[in-house]
């Protein structure tokens, strides 16, 4: 429903009573651009309908106002007259087409003079009004022709004792259009309506009928008044998109300007002048910078004249301090123009260069211009992708030079173009790069291409799997930079560490024999992951990671940020780790880094994974997947692609894993470390879906790889344990032995828990009953201390199995309990659905199924074999720790037991004390951990307070 002004139509009204006396009146009624004039006047009609009393209207258009008698002709046309008045009119103003001319000069009335005729037409309103009370209705009188005007003129001046009443609708101009006019009315009886935008009470009314209360009107008002200035044509649009249906689209009512607001600003600008809709296309391109000096000299309109226009739309409500209310209002625009406003950008871009403009404001207007205007435009373009860069707007960098370089002639220049495309695409797209590899190889070839942007170069290489281009290349460069660019070849050689495993032989003998340290190399204060593999983890190692992690993003490479933090978790830093995870992402997400984003989503799922925690490893490595297409990833794609296969076949997901298996990988991928993660998946897969053949295939695969390329490492990828339970699968309890075996003596020295412990519980399964124990006590205990929750299941749930079968079934289910805590960690209620396990030396499954319901005693020895660590004893370091609750010895002990699950009575038995004693401990227990039940007495919790 139009916004109408109650007050405005109370005064018309009354007017027309007026009139209906015999005291004929004029009432103008101005307003701003789109301000209800128009609404006003036909709710005013509507009204007359009740009355006896003869209604005439006509609307002014620009496109008619050459029609002489325009206006006129449409009021005659417009009502009901009587037919002895038609001949009369027909006579005065000739023939259709006499009235219908386009042009002054073929206009001729016939056989009377001008003043004649307005005379005669007089005596045609005055005895109609005779009749009944006669309401001549103008709309847009600012449109109306000039032989029209001067009838109207004629008439306001007669009107005095009449029963005739004209109401004209006009803008309000900052100098009057049509000064005749005004002072012609006012000489006769005549009121002034002057409409504006509507204040925020009047909006408030306008939503009352769409929402539920007065008070949820009034705090909506402020939002919708902001949005439209008051401008009813603007409000209504905004309406119609906020509340579809009656309903409302956004929360509680909010504003959400749609099509029919873009449509409303549309509508708005098309009634007003014609320069308005140019100037207001100004105002979108030019924003901020806009000024009515600048408006001018982009429309070449005089200062004044731009500022009339502007104060047209600020009195409109489509202006806020100078600028568009709203981004919809310049997209709707940018929309109506599009065809001109290529032009325009150019042209903004040129008067900003002459009035010393930012490179970046300047840029803008040229990228969306598409035109390079001549050399000052391409050295522009160069310095604003700098700085978009480094204020976190990378894709705006690629395509600033991507203009550049479409519009350059120059080879040298195209050259260093492309290099920048290269460095730039790395932070949004890396296959963006691609389309200029072979025009740079060629380049770096023939020397033409520096030593430095060389660089580039080699790291798409390594990407794309072109080792041996890249070697060749990297020995070359190594060469040429010398010392002096010890950080950028750092750089490169832990690219190539990240991906292949061990620098090039090519690199690392050149080095030896110009006897550079291995400190030049390594500028960045940063080994590489092979040293922590071959089981040489060391404080310089750490300290170098977290400096690598405090240097600016935009100053790292991925790889290099990824091999830091790799280099903390795998160092037993985790907590480390993943703060600067965090602290990397944040910062990636800000600057707009997508290839950082996936990299760190990749090393995000592979840190999860070597937790335990399935849910979370996959969902980052699909994050990954998802964050950059396979031809971007490269042959490193495996890196997140083996994770998520890896996490959804421990979850139980086969059907997820096969579908990403049949992901497209490239063959290059399986010569480097992501490719023997994948073979490692790929094989675990095979074994839970029940294929031990296809899956020793794999592992076989994967260890003539790691021999070959000399990364015989278990901390890369275990293969023997690996192949050992392939072997086990089949009953080939021997060899798989003799792997674990070789496998537990390649990490001896080694600080790798996490592998030592699965190591030791496949070695359980293996060996002899006798010692299965033992060793899966240690297991146990490894991997409660790496904090893989995945493998302590899986530990635990055999443990528990081996209790039961000697029959200590209280001891099975105290286990198959932590067992149950392990699997929540990781994520799942059941983690390994389906999987067929390997069987132990005596034929017997090894089941994960957690056994409970037994209520056997269970020897204290074995508790406390079986619990260690859960609490710190009474006067510890940790018990001394200032405000936090302790515990005594013996409260330790009571509340360990009865965390597992042990009742009062067996807490008695264990510990030799009364169930009344047992109560005591358990009170004060509470008490000072301020918890209600045993089921609040959670390990981390008792570990804390002990």
Same mark, same amino acid.
């Given at each position: 429903?139009?916004?109408?002004?109650?007050?405005?139509?109370?005064?018309?009204?009354?007017?027309?009573?007026?009139?209906?006396?015999?005291?004929?009146?004029?009432?103008?009624?101005?307003?701003?651009?789109?301000?209800?004039?128009?609404?006003?006047?036909?709710?005013?009609?509507?009204?007359?309908?009740?009355?006896?009393?003869?209604?005439?209207?006509?609307?002014?258009?620009?496109?008619?106002?050459?029609?002489?008698?325009?206006?006129?002709?449409?009021?005659?046309?417009?009502?009901?007259?009587?037919?002895?008045?038609?001949?009369?009119?027909?006579?005065?103003?000739?023939?259709?087409?006499?009235?219908?001319?386009?042009?002054?000069?073929?206009?001729?009335?016939?056989?009377?003079?001008?003043?004649?005729?307005?005379?005669?037409?007089?005596?045609?309103?005055?005895?109609?009004?005779?009749?009944?009370?006669?309401?001549?209705?103008?709309?847009?009188?600012?449109?109306?022709?000039?032989?029209?005007?001067?009838?109207?003129?004629?008439?306001?001046?007669?009107?005095?004792?009449?029963?005739?009443?004209?109401?004209?609708?006009?803008?309000?101009?900052?100098?009057?259009?049509?000064?005749?006019?005004?002072?012609?009315?006012?000489?006769?009886?005549?009121?002034?309506?002057?409409?504006?935008?509507?204040?925020?009470?009047?909006?408030?009314?306008?939503?009352?009928?769409?929402?539920?209360?007065?008070?949820?009107?009034?705090?909506?008002?402020?939002?919708?008044?902001?949005?439209?200035?008051?401008?009813?044509?603007?409000?209504?649009?905004?309406?119609?998109?906020?509340?579809?249906?009656?309903?409302?689209?956004?929360?509680?009512?909010?504003?959400?300007?749609?099509?029919?607001?873009?449509?409303?600003?549309?509508?708005?600008?098309?009634?007003?002048?014609?320069?308005?809709?140019?100037?207001?296309?100004?105002?979108?391109?030019?924003?901020?910078?806009?000024?009515?000096?600048?408006?001018?000299?982009?429309?070449?309109?005089?200062?004044?004249? =731009? &500022?009339?226009? %502007?104060?047209?739309?600020? @009195?409109?409500?489509?202006? $806020? *301090?100078? #600028? /568009? !209310?709203?981004?919809?209002?310049?997209?709707?625009?940018?929309?109506?123009?599009?065809?001109?406003?290529?032009?325009?950008?150019?042209?903004?871009?040129?008067?900003?260069?002459?009035?010393?403009?930012?490179?970046?404001?300047?840029?803008?207007?040229?990228?969306?211009?598409?035109?390079?205007?001549?050399?000052?435009?391409?050295?522009?373009?160069?310095?604003?992708?700098?700085?978009?860069?480094?204020?976190?707007?990378?894709?705006? =960098? &690629?395509?600033? %030079?991507?203009?550049?370089? @479409?519009?350059?002639?120059? $080879? *040298?220049? #195209? /050259? !260093?173009?492309?290099?920048?495309?290269?460095?730039?695409?790395?932070?949004?797209?890396?296959?963006?790069?691609?389309?200029?590899?072979?025009?740079?190889?060629?380049?770096?070839?023939?020397?033409?291409?520096?030593?430095?942007?060389?660089?580039?170069?080699?790291?798409?290489?390594?990407?794309?799997?072109?080792?041996?281009?890249?070697?060749?290349?990297?020995?070359?460069?190594?060469?040429?930079?010398?010392?002096?660019?010890?950080? =950028?070849?750092?750089?490169?050689?832990?690219?190539?560490?990240?991906?292949?495993?061990?620098?090039?032989?090519?690199?690392?003998?050149?080095?030896?024999?110009?006897?550079?340290?291995?400190?030049?190399?390594?500028?960045?204060?940063?080994?590489?992951?092979?040293?922590?593999?071959?089981?040489?983890?060391?404080?310089?190692?750490?300290?170098?990671?977290?400096?690598?992690?405090?240097?600016?993003?935009?100053?790292?490479?991925?790889?290099?940020?990824?091999?830091?933090?790799?280099?903390?978790?795998?160092?037993?830093?985790?907590?480390?780790?993943?703060?600067?995870?965090?602290?990397?992402?944040?910062?990636?997400?800000?600057?707009?880094?997508?290839?950082?984003?996936?990299?760190?989503?990749?090393?995000?799922?592979?840190?999860?994974?070597?937790?335990?925690?399935?849910?979370?490893?996959?969902?980052?490595?699909?994050?990954?997947?998802?964050?950059?297409?396979?031809?971007?990833?490269?042959?490193?794609?495996?890196?997140?692609?083996?994770?998520?296969?890896?996490?959804?076949?421990?979850?139980?997901?086969?059907?997820?894993?096969?579908?990403?298996?049949?992901?497209?990988?490239?063959?290059?991928?399986?010569?480097?470390?992501?490719?023997?993660?994948?073979?490692?998946?790929?094989?675990?897969?095979?074994?839970?879906?029940?294929?031990?053949?296809?899956?020793?295939?794999?592992?076989?695969?994967?260890?003539?790889?790691?021999?070959?390329?000399?990364?015989?490492?278990?901390?890369?990828?275990?293969?023997?344990?690996?192949?050992?339970?392939?072997?086990?699968?089949?009953?080939?309890?021997?060899?798989?032995?003799?792997?674990?075996?070789?496998?537990?003596?390649?990490?001896?020295?080694?600080?790798?828990?996490?592998?030592?412990?699965?190591?030791?519980?496949?070695?359980?399964?293996?060996?002899?009953?006798?010692?299965?124990?033992?060793?899966?006590?240690?297991?146990?205990?490894?991997?409660?201390?790496?904090?893989?929750?995945?493998?302590?299941?899986?530990?635990?749930?055999?443990?528990?199995?081996?209790?039961?079968?000697?029959?200590?079934?209280?001891?099975?289910?105290?286990?198959?309990?932590?067992?149950?805590?392990?699997?929540?960690?990781?994520?799942?209620?059941?983690?390994?659905?389906?999987?067929?396990?390997?069987?132990?030396?005596?034929?017997?499954?090894?089941?994960?199924?957690?056994?409970?319901?037994?209520?056997?005693?269970?020897?204290?020895?074995?508790?406390?074999?079986?619990?260690?660590?859960?609490?710190?004893?009474?006067?510890?370091?940790?018990?001394?720790?200032?405000?936090?609750?302790?515990?005594?010895?013996?409260?330790?002990?009571?509340?360990?037991?009865?965390?597992?699950?042990?009742?009062?009575?067996?807490?008695?038995?264990?510990?030799?004390?009364?169930?009344?004693?047992?109560?005591?401990?358990?009170?004060?227990?509470?008490?000072?951990?301020?918890?209600?039940?045993?089921?609040?007495?959670?390990?981390?919790?008792?570990?804390?307070?002990?």
């Amino acid at each position: 429903m139009p916004v109408c002004d109650q007050r405005a139509m109370e005064l018309m009204l009354d007017s027309f009573a007026q009139c209906q006396r015999g005291n004929g009146e004029v009432v103008l009624v101005e307003g701003t651009l789109t301000s209800g004039k128009t609404a006003l006047l036909g709710e005013f009609t509507k009204k007359l309908s009740t009355f006896n009393a003869l209604e005439m209207s006509a609307t002014g258009a620009r496109a008619e106002t050459p029609i002489q008698m325009g206006i006129i002709w449409q009021l005659f046309h417009s009502a009901q007259i009587p037919e002895e008045f038609k001949e009369r009119i027909d006579a005065i103003l000739g023939t259709d087409e006499m009235a219908l001319a386009f042009s002054e000069t073929s206009r001729q009335i016939p056989r009377t003079s001008e003043v004649q005729v307005m005379h005669a037409l007089w005596l045609v309103f005055h005895e109609l009004s005779r009749r009944q009370p006669l309401v001549i209705c103008i709309d847009d009188l600012h449109f109306a022709d000039e032989a029209s005007l001067n009838v109207l003129f004629y008439v306001c001046r007669r009107i005095r004792s009449a029963r005739i009443m004209l109401v004209f609708t006009r803008w309000a101009q900052p100098e009057p259009l049509l000064s005749p006019l005004r002072a012609e009315i006012t000489r006769a009886p005549h009121r002034h309506i002057t409409l504006g935008p509507l204040p925020v009470a009047r909006v408030a009314d306008a939503l009352g009928p769409r929402v539920a209360d007065e008070t949820a009107a009034g705090e909506l008002a402020p939002a919708y008044h902001d949005l439209t200035g008051g401008n009813p044509l603007l409000l209504d649009g905004l309406v119609a998109d906020s509340f579809p249906g009656g309903r409302p689209a956004g929360e509680r009512g909010a504003p959400v300007p749609g099509a029919a607001y873009r449509q409303a600003v549309v509508d708005c600008l098309q009634r007003g002048d014609p320069h308005l809709f140019e100037v207001a296309g100004a105002l979108a391109i030019l924003e901020e910078h806009a000024t009515p000096a600048l408006v001018g000299r982009l429309l070449s309109l005089t200062a004044d004249e =731009a &500022a009339r226009q %502007l104060g047209i739309l600020d @009195r409109a409500g489509l202006l $806020d *301090s100078g #600028r /568009l !209310r709203h981004r919809e209002m310049a997209s709707a625009i940018h929309s109506a123009l599009s065809r001109s406003m290529a032009h325009l950008h150019a042209h903004v871009a040129e008067l900003l260069y002459e009035l010393g403009a930012e490179e970046i404001d300047i840029a803008r207007h040229l990228v969306r211009g598409g035109t390079v205007l001549g050399p000052w435009a391409q050295q522009t373009l160069r310095l604003a992708a700098r700085q978009a860069l480094v204020s976190d707007q990378p894709e705006f =960098a &690629a395509s600033a %030079l991507e203009l550049a370089l @479409r519009q350059c002639d120059d $080879d *040298s220049d #195209r /050259l !260093r173009l492309q290099v920048a495309l290269t460095q730039v695409a790395w932070w949004v797209n890396p296959s963006a790069g691609a389309k200029y590899s072979q025009s740079l190889r060629d380049a770096l070839t023939d020397g033409r291409l520096s030593a430095l942007d060389g660089l580039s170069v080699v790291r798409q290489l390594l990407w794309q799997g072109n080792v041996k281009p890249a070697t060749e290349h990297m020995e070359t460069l190594t060469a040429a930079l010398g010392t002096c660019e010890s950080r =950028a070849l750092s750089a490169m050689r832990l690219s190539y560490e990240w991906i292949y495993g061990t620098p090039p032989d090519q690199v690392t003998r050149q080095a030896a024999g110009r006897k550079r340290s291995a400190a030049r190399l390594r500028a960045y204060g940063l080994a590489g992951l092979h040293t922590l593999w071959s089981g040489e983890p060391s404080d310089d190692l750490v300290r170098g990671a977290e400096n690598v992690l405090q240097g600016q993003l935009i100053d790292m490479v991925p790889e290099i940020g990824a091999t830091a933090l790799l280099l903390l978790d795998h160092a037993g830093q985790r907590a480390r780790a993943l703060h600067w995870w965090h602290v990397l992402q944040e910062e990636a997400t800000r600057q707009g880094a997508v290839t950082w984003r996936a990299m760190l989503s990749a090393v995000g799922a592979d840190m999860a994974l070597r937790r335990g925690s399935l849910a979370t490893a996959e969902s980052k490595a699909r994050e990954a997947l998802g964050l950059l297409h396979t031809q971007s990833w490269g042959v490193l794609v495996g890196c997140p692609l083996s994770t998520a296969i890896e996490a959804a076949t421990a979850r139980g997901r086969h059907e997820q894993a096969e579908e990403l298996l049949r992901h497209v990988v490239p063959d290059a991928m399986f010569d480097t470390v992501f490719g023997l993660r994948y073979l490692h998946a790929r094989g675990h897969h095979h074994l839970a879906m029940g294929r031990p053949f296809a899956a020793q295939a794999d592992f076989e695969r994967c260890a003539d790889i790691m021999r070959r390329r000399e990364l015989d490492f278990p901390s890369l990828v275990p293969w023997r344990g690996d192949l050992a339970q392939a072997h086990l699968a089949l009953r080939q309890h021997r060899r798989a032995r003799e792997l674990l075996t070789e496998q537990l003596g390649r990490l001896a020295g080694h600080e790798d828990e996490r592998l030592r412990g699965i190591t030791l519980r496949l070695l359980a399964l293996a060996g002899p009953q006798q010692r299965r124990m033992a060793v899966l006590g240690e297991a146990v205990d490894l991997l409660e201390r790496s904090g893989d929750h995945l493998e302590l299941h899986r530990a635990l749930v055999d443990m528990s199995k081996l209790y039961r079968a000697q029959g200590e079934l209280g001891q099975a289910r105290l286990l198959a309990r932590r067992a149950e805590q392990a699997a929540k960690a990781c994520g799942e209620g059941g983690l390994l659905n389906g999987r067929p396990e390997p069987e132990a030396a005596d034929g017997t499954a090894a089941s994960r199924e957690p056994v409970a319901g037994y209520e056997r005693p269970t020897p204290a020895r074995a508790v406390a074999r079986t619990v260690p660590r859960v609490l710190p004893r009474a006067g510890s370091a940790a018990a001394r720790a200032g405000g936090e609750p302790s515990l005594s010895e013996a409260e330790r002990k009571v509340a360990t037991l009865a965390a597992f699950g042990h009742s009062n009575r067996e807490i008695g038995r264990k510990l030799y004390i009364t169930v009344s004693t047992v109560e005591q401990h358990l009170t004060r227990v509470y008490r000072k951990l301020n918890v209600q039940k045993r089921e609040d007495l959670r390990p981390e919790i008792l570990s804390a307070a002990g």
